[in-house]
């Protein structure tokens, strides 16, 4: 994943921490821990078994939780505390929003990302709403390829405006 540092890396891992107390459908893959440990040590993140973790093949991603859990504790993001699960999916979602504006990430995946992923879980903050409501649109548009351009650069924008609101908010704090 272009341009991802340690923190947006712990971000991830912290939110796919979280995740494992879901359902079990809804539970991030052992795939997805293999994927989030490459993308972490890529990042720079250190932790004697992260290589370990991102290093496992396809035949070995049964061993993926239980290396993951460890990951968890040399990292010392255990036990999951709420302020820093909200802090990690804002640090996702700024970053969701830079990948739309340098066209690394389709505007109408990363809208949807942020509206699931991060507003649905910090209930619904103003400051994603814009972003929020043309997520919501997007699913009837699915078929509609025509329309779908005008979304995208609706998602863009709203990228542009939130990435500018929380540099402004963060200046100013």
Not at 32 to 38: D, I, M, T
């Given at each position: ?9 712990i971000g ?59 990951v968890l ?7 999951l505390m ?92």
């Amino acid at each position: 994943m272009h341009g991802m540092d340690a923190v947006v890396a712990i971000g991830l891992i912290r939110m796919a921490a979280a995740d494992r107390v879901l359902a079990p459908w809804q539970r991030p893959s052992d795939e997805r821990l293999v994927q989030l440990g490459l993308d972490a040590l890529l990042a720079d993140v250190e932790a004697p078994s992260l290589a370990l973790l991102a290093g496992l093949g396809r035949n070995e991603y049964h061993e993926a939780p239980e290396l993951f859990e460890r990951v968890l504790e040399e990292l010392g993001l255990l036990p999951l505390m709420p302020e820093d699960l909200a802090e990690a999916r804002w640090i996702v979602a700024l970053w969701w929003a830079r990948r739309i504006l340098e066209r690394d990430l389709d505007p109408l995946c990363g809208a949807k990302l942020i509206r699931l992923e991060v507003a649905a879980e910090l209930d619904y903050p103003d400051i994603l709403q814009p972003i929020v409501d043309l997520a919501m649109m997007i699913e009837p548009l699915d078929d509609q390829a025509q329309n779908q351009g005008n979304v995208r650069g609706d998602v863009i924008a709203a990228a542009q405006a939130f990435l500018n609101a929380e540099t402004h908010r963060r200046d100013s704090a």
